[in-house]
């Protein structure tokens, strides 16, 4: 009996959550499920500029792996999904693929990387990397060209995992380890005197996949179609306006501090 309560009240609350959402652009709630990387540089400009024009609506978002935001959205406790492809998809969801520019490094301005004339991963794996998780694309193309029969954790000296960019940020401004950039895309909140963005050349012919996910046959209402516009116009934005990252380096006279790894 209790279980059935239950699953009753959230039948009832969903309904209720349907209806809202299906009201004008004054009112609604929308919940977005975003993995770390896309929440960072595409969720929040596009909130930010819907906070300025939408004021009365409301926003959740969930920020997970995309494995387990799949079933979050098929089981519509998610409206919205943007981030990393799924590694199987679901036929019941309809998705947009866009492809944003090659992976890159972020470390901090005198790490022993930047002095290197060309850098390849091979440089990269001895580092610590900090990240919230690695997408399962890149996974298996470091797997093709590095694995020799190691997992991808043997090859990555994978410090941390973490969802939280601004403790990751402070880790590699301090120390020798690294994060990994989706976009070439310096991002606003960093200080290029404070911190580097490196390109890898043998990701350089491979670009980032992004989608925006939503159930196939689910009506969108108003304040998620708002939502979606401003999150593509933000993928487009950055696809235009990506800083070119040089393949050369220039030296720094500074003596860089002796590797943590």
Not at 6 to 25: F, G, H, Y
Not at 133 to 161: A, I, T
Not at 167 to 185: F, L, M, Q, S
């Amino acid at each position: 009996i209790a279980r059935v309560a239950r699953s009753t009240t959230m039948a009832l609350d969903q309904a209720r959550r349907e209806i809202e959402l299906l009201r004008n652009l004054d009112s609604g709630k929308v919940v977005i499920g975003s993995d770390p990387w896309m929440a960072d540089i595409i969720v929040a400009p596009a909130l930010a500029r819907l906070l300025s024009k939408y004021p009365k609506l409301r926003f959740r978002l969930r920020t997970q792996g995309w494995d387990e935001l799949q079933s979050e959205l098929t089981a519509r406790h998610v409206d919205v999904y943007v981030g990393s492809p799924f590694d199987v998809q679901d036929p019941g969801i309809q998705l947009r693929t866009f492809d944003m520019s090659s992976p890159v490094i972020l470390c901090r301005h005198d790490h022993p990387l930047t002095r290197l004339p060309k850098i390849e991963i091979k440089h990269v794996l001895p580092y610590p990397l900090l990240v919230p998780k690695l997408p399962r694309w890149y996974l298996s193309w470091l797997m093709e060209h590095y694995g020799g029969g190691k997992s991808s954790e043997e090859l990555h000296d994978l410090f941390l995992q973490a969802e939280d960019f601004t403790v990751i940020r402070h880790i590699v401004h301090e120390t020798d380890a690294i994060t990994a950039g989706v976009t070439r895309a310096f991002p606003r909140e960093l200080s290029p005197t404070e911190f580097a963005m490196l390109d890898i050349a043998d990701l350089a012919h491979v670009r980032a996949p992004v989608i925006v996910a939503t159930l196939a046959g689910r009506p969108i209402p108003a304040a998620m179609a708002a939502f979606i516009v401003e999150v593509v116009a933000e993928i487009e934005r950055i696809q235009q306006t990506a800083l070119p990252v040089p393949t050369s380096p220039p030296r720094r006279s500074r003596k860089a501090r002796p590797s943590s790894s």
